[in-house]
């Protein structure tokens, strides 16, 4: 079991441009989600989805973030003209699903705007 | 809406010495409860749970911590730490439901020094 897989594990983009982030979850695990770490904000609740289907994007900012899941074996957060205030580690993780709670995070993709 | 207050954001302990990592949670009811460790550009790890039953929890790595329901706490404890425990802390919390969504403290930075 190699845990949950992020990609890139860092990446660079000019202002304006946009940004993909990549997650493979635990195969068998039914919920993905996504946070986002800062030093002023801490860990933030983005996005998640339960047997691909999304469920609470509460976290998303309304413009600029989007997030995917096409099957059971990876998603996608996707910013689109990135902004400084973007720079940040995404995290993604993943649970059995079905009241079992517990989150299994990948190591994260360092983003940083220029 | 759950939150988590994690009050010390930076704690030093010497080799040997015994530590507690303190965390409130604030929720309606009865929570999971959740301690996770972040080591230097990994991703968050899970030291322990608390789903129900006995309210100490053994953990990895010699941690535990108590659920106490009437102070709404959830302390970390280890009777004699090392210098590889050094590392960021993170209380969460979620709620009894399918969601599994966690809300996580502002975490607490932990050095041992030798």
């Known amino acids: 079991n190699a845990g949950v897989i992020q990609t890139p594990r860092h990446k660079v983009t000019g202002k304006g441009q946009e940004a993909t982030l990549w997650c493979e979850p635990i195969?068998?695990?039914?919920?993905v989600f996504w946070y986002r770490q800062t030093i002023v904000q801490g860990l933030e609740f983005l996005t998640y989805f339960r047997n691909q289907a999304p469920i609470d994007d509460s976290g998303m900012p309304k413009e600029r973030f989007s997030a995917q899941m096409p099957n059971q074996s990876h998603s996608t957060l996707k910013i689109q003209s990135t902004q400084p205030q973007d720079s940040a580690v995404y995290l993604c993780a993943s649970s059995l699903g079905g009241g079992e709670n517990t989150l299994y995070f990948g190591a994260g993709t360092r983003l940083s705007v220029l | 809406a759950q939150s988590v207050t994690q009050p010390d954001a930076r704690v030093t302990v010497s080799e040997g010495a015994s530590l507690q990592l303190r965390c409130k949670y604030s929720?309606?009811?009865?929570?999971?409860l959740f301690w996770y460790v972040q080591y230097p550009r990994q991703g968050l790890q899970l030291l322990l749970k608390?789903?129900?039953?006995?309210?100490v929890v053994q953990g990895v790595n010699g941690f535990e911590a108590e659920f106490i329901k009437s102070n709404s706490s959830f302390h970390l404890r280890k009777a004699s730490v090392h210098w590889s425990d050094s590392a960021v802390y993170f209380c969460?919390?979620?709620?009894?439901?399918?969601?599994?969504?966690?809300?996580f403290g502002d975490g607490t930075v932990l050095t041992v020094k030798p």
């Open positions: 195969s068998g695990h039914s919920a």
């Open positions: 608390y789903y129900s039953g006995d309210p």
């Open positions: 969460a919390v979620s709620a009894r439901t399918n969601t599994g969504k966690l809300t």
């Open positions: 929720y309606s009811g009865t929570p999971y």
